[in-house]
């Protein structure tokens, strides 16, 4: 099926934003091997006679946009549950007691079918950092995060340590030069993909609103531990890649989704904190139903920020190899704060939230990162259910930002850096090694749920200065 234009799905009808959230969501999942003239007759149906599709249990809610009836209502109240579902913890002697605390209340949701928690995990907003929540047709964009999808990205190069030593300066000028860190602002040369045509942009109010803004943001990336970072990794015999065994050249970043995922987020929680009441306890764990019009508008803008955060990935190595002559082997990238649809062993279908954790299922590549000095692991899930087919998103924080910067300075940072034969530019103390948990003890607490196949060393580093 080819993208459906707001002007077509105008012409046949589809006049509101909800029924084309609707129709863009539910027909590029369900009906993408069909032909557009195929999709716009049975959107014609629908519109004609939406009592006949109203029971679809696929375009049911499309069908009842153009019906009287309410999709939800306004306001519901809920109790949390006395008896909480399956939850699974790895590492948990290493976890703080407040995060732990975080992942039994979201347990008692009544939506909640099954947990896990990894063993990265610190207390975060509403889910902790490092929890993974299964539920039942509903999203809770507080479990999803404020950066929607943010993400790793990992480009192995046919090259080795000589190249650093040789070309040490031209990295750290491509590095200044090709990456853009802050809250605001983007790179100086335009950029183009094909994300910043993407219909979802015309879904909704919100959306059309900050599509300028993410054009602005494209390939960039954010403050706090986002990174991008040239270095050595060492792949493993036999390796899902099918690349030989032996030190290669790789450029790794960490980032999300910008303002684009921000303002989603914030928007979005406002309403499900509006319409669904919960104890105060678990206020920030409220969910939308996902039959519900804002349900199907968050799913469709989630979904759009986590194509744009890799999109800003993909600018962000396109521009670097390009500027250093350069290209890719092989890539591996991997969301590690997002929402998915998935089908639990048993045959449930539930909604995966992943808040600071990567997914694992069998077989799956992903890049767990430690720090700015400690190595960073390309695994493969072993595809354990109890984990709800999860790992540790990096090594997760052992210090609150604040006290880092009280516990570090600036010159002992620079030595930590020089022994470990790191070059670092921007950064600060609140991000130094210190802050964060043993990578090493983190990915021993989770030997089960994947296998290595990679270590990555970090050698000059560009990140957000203070």
Partial sequence: ?????????????YTNDQARSLVINIFSKHFKHQSKDEVIHLLKQIKDDPHAFAADPVVGAIAKTFLDEPLDCNFQSFSLLETTGQLKIYGGKDIEH???VQMETAMSLPVTVQGALMPDAHTGYGLPIGGVLATNNAVIPYAVGVDIGCRMALSIIDEGESFLKRFGYQVKVALKDCTHFGMTGGLEITQEHEVLDSAAFNATPLLRQLQRKAAVQLGSSGTGNHFVEFGLITLQEGNSLGIPARQYLALLSHSGSRGLGAAIAQHYTK?????CKLPKSAQQLAWLDLNSEAGQEYWLSMNLAGDYAKACHDRIHIN????LGLRPLAKVENHHNFAWDEQL???RQVIVHRKGATPAHKGELGIIPGSMTTPAYLVSGAGVAASLFSASHGAGRSMSRKKAKENMTVSALKKMLADAGVTLIGGSVEENPLAYKDIETVIAAQQELVNIEGRFLPKIVRMYKE
């Fill in 1 to 13: 099926m080819g993208q459906l234009k707001t002007k077509e799905l105008s012409k046949i009808g």
């Fill in 98 to 100: 407040s995060a732990k």
């Fill in 271 to 275: 309403i499900a904190m509006d319409t």
């Fill in 320 to 323: 670097l190899l390009r500027a």
């Fill in 345 to 347: 062993p048993d045959g």
